[in-house]
């Protein structure tokens, strides 16, 4: 048996006029703001996607999914998480479990964690206890404390037989 750790990072810039999606999950925010992308800007769903990626050294969404390419535009990232997938099973491999943490002022994200934790996992082919989705502020520090955006953090630990 082998395992291979990856981490993943993603940020998107908080603005106006787009949706707040996270984990799969439409939210929203106080101040109405979304995330800026040229998917869906799901950086929860994104650094979850770096993280299955770095870890066969397979390189990262780009990659895959490049900004400039018109086919990804508005594309559902849980949808991209899927084909992520399927690459990663490819080659051989399977996810033992992921661990992220969502990095943003607002909203308060702790009543959608479960249904965030959900969708990845029902996308991964696991199970919900396998998907750790954790948020915290940065206590107003920085550009996610100044709501200009929200960031996450993610590691994967695959295995193969």
């Known amino acids: 048996m082998q395992l291979r750790v990856g981490n993943g990072y993603d940020i998107h810039r908080l603005v106006p006029g787009r949706p707040l999606i996270l984990g799969g999950q439409r939210l929203e925010h106080p101040a109405g703001l979304g995330l800026d992308g040229h998917s869906d800007a799901d950086v929860l769903v994104h650094a979850v996607m770096d993280a299955l990626l770095g870890a066969l050294a397979m390189g990262d969404i780009g990659k895959y999914f490049p900004p400039d390419d018109p086919t990804w535009k508005g594309a559902n990232?849980?949808?991209?998480?899927?084909?992520?997938?399927?690459?990663?099973?490819?080659?051989?491999?399977?996810?033992?479990?992921?661990?992220?943490v969502i990095v943003a002022e607002r909203p308060k994200l702790k009543p959608h964690i479960g249904a965030m934790a959900a969708a990845i996992a029902a996308r991964l082919g696991v199970e919900?206890?396998?998907?750790?989705?954790?948020?915290?502020?940065?206590?107003?520090?920085g550009a996610e404390g100044r709501e200009e955006g929200i960031s996450c953090h993610a590691v994967a630990l695959l295995q193969s037989p």
Do not use: F, H, Y
Not at 78 to 83: A, D, H, I, S, T
Not at 128 to 141: C, I, M, R, S, Y
């Open 77 to 100: 990232s849980l949808v991209l998480l899927e084909q992520v997938n399927a690459l990663v099973a490819g080659r051989g491999w399977r996810v033992v479990n992921i661990d992220s």
């Open 128 to 141: 919900p206890e396998q998907v750790g989705v954790k948020a915290t502020t940065n206590e107003q520090l």
